[in-house]
């Protein structure tokens, strides 16, 4: 394999050549049903017509002027997100790391704002928020920091899905300003908030005066049936951080604030080059009018249910499946032991899938799937998941 790269992915030997919709072919011609769309990003699958024509029509009269300038498209994106929100304000970046982080900068002026001069933020065991230092020190991964301490300061951790240890939070902590939570974890192994506990942790941060702040990079834009998961519990968050399926495939992030939150930046509190360019923007735009235009909120919903009830039915007589778990395309099937053999093993039977912490196979199918593919996908990963139940022992058993 190349060498010029620096050494940062154990990266499948496979190099993909096109796409189309839900499929995908490499440089041997082999095609492969998509499972996983570049992780939660091909919103609407591979080479979409609309989506592509959109982005060569921008990128023939305009990809990028600086945010010196106002840009047409950006503000249209803009309102656009607040409208489905029901946010007020979008500050653009380019990744979900930089999402996050100007959800912890704004978290922390809202603190120094309010005089206090070393504000703190509640923050989850694993958590994943990025790669960057700040956002590495919000994750709860050992495996992510070790290596890169000092950490950035000022995050308080949690159990997540516990609403006891808030209220200690609470209790006994005067500098906390603000929560980062992931409504569903996705790194994390798809662990599912529980409605209650949102609305909960909505109700700790009213009382005392916290922003509410939900990382949404992975299950935002449609992918839970809602185009944000904090929908399904009917309230609104201060902050709302988003990237990886927004674009489509372009590189884009957004930060969205609400009330006292919208007000916290000023100029040249933050800033990127890069975020929210013509290019990006008119892309993000084509991604969300094509989600509404053609239900796919709805469509996820019901492909979903589809995929995690064929699994459950048939799976249902094979020992070594924990839980079938997610909400629409963000969904998630725990073994009782390691998976992660059967990331290379999908991959030669032509699924593309991916398993995180450690033992949960993880699929983030694009919004367009249909029944059919959604069938045949169940039907490839069932029999790869008693095969390799089959062929792995179980934990603490004598090996087959
Ligand atoms: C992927 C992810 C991030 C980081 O996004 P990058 O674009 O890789 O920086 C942050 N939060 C969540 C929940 C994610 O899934």
Request: glycine fraction near 12%; hydrophobic fraction near 40%.
């Amino acid at each position: 394999m190349t060498s010029s790269l620096m050494n940062t992915y154990g990266r499948q030997s496979v190099a993909f050549t096109h796409g189309q919709g839900v499929w995908m072919w490499d440089q041997n011609g082999k095609r492969y049903l998509d499972g996983l769309s570049g992780i939660a990003v091909n919103t609407l699958g591979h080479a979409h017509p609309y989506l592509t024509k959109v982005i060569g029509e921008q990128a023939s009269r305009l990809m990028h002027t600086s945010n010196l300038y106002r840009i047409s498209e950006q503000e249209n994106l803009a309102d656009k997100l607040t409208s489905i929100s029901g946010m007020d304000n979008v500050f653009f970046c380019n990744s979900g790391c930089e999402a996050n982080e100007a959800a912890i900068k704004l978290a922390r002026l809202y603190g120094h704002q309010r005089g206090n001069e070393n504000p703190a933020i509640v923050v989850m065991e694993n958590a994943f928020h990025g790669r960057t230092l700040a956002t590495l020190s919000a994750t709860g991964n050992r495996k992510v920091q070790a290596g890169f301490e000092p950490l950035v300061a000022g995050f308080v951790r949690v159990p997540f899905d516990d609403i006891e240890s808030v209220r200690q939070v609470a209790a006994h902590n005067r500098n906390v300003v603000a929560v980062l939570v992931e409504p569903i974890q996705g790194e994390g192994g798809i662990n599912i908030g529980a409605i209650e506990y949102l609305r909960a942790l909505r109700e700790i941060c009213d009382k005392n005066e916290w922003l509410l702040m939900l990382d949404e990079v992975q299950c935002g834009i449609g992918r839970t049936g809602q185009w944000f998961a904090y929908q399904h519990a009917e309230f609104k968050p201060d902050v709302v951080t988003l990237a990886k399926g927004l674009g489509g495939g372009v590189p884009i992030g957004a930060c969205l604030a609400s009330g006292a939150a919208a007000q916290t930046f000023k100029p040249g509190n933050h800033g990127s080059t890069f975020g929210g360019n013509s290019l990006a923007s008119a892309a993000a735009l084509a991604v969300l009018d094509t989600v509404e235009r053609d239900g796919l909120r709805a469509n996820a919903e019901k492909i979903g249910t589809r995929i995690r009830g064929g699994l459950a039915a048939a799976l249902k007589d094979t020992s070594g499946i924990t839980e079938i778990r997610g909400r629409g395309l963000m969904i998630g099937v725990q073994l009782d032991r390691p998976a992660g053999d059967l990331v290379g093993m999908s991959l030669e039977a032509g699924l593309l899938l991916n398993v995180t912490a450690d033992n949960v196979i993880r699929l983030l199918p694009a919004l367009v799937m249909n029944e059919a593919e959604a069938d045949e996908l169940v039907g490839i990963l069932a029999r790869l998941i008693r095969e390799f139940l089959e062929r792995k022992a179980a934990p603490g058993t004598a090996a087959a």
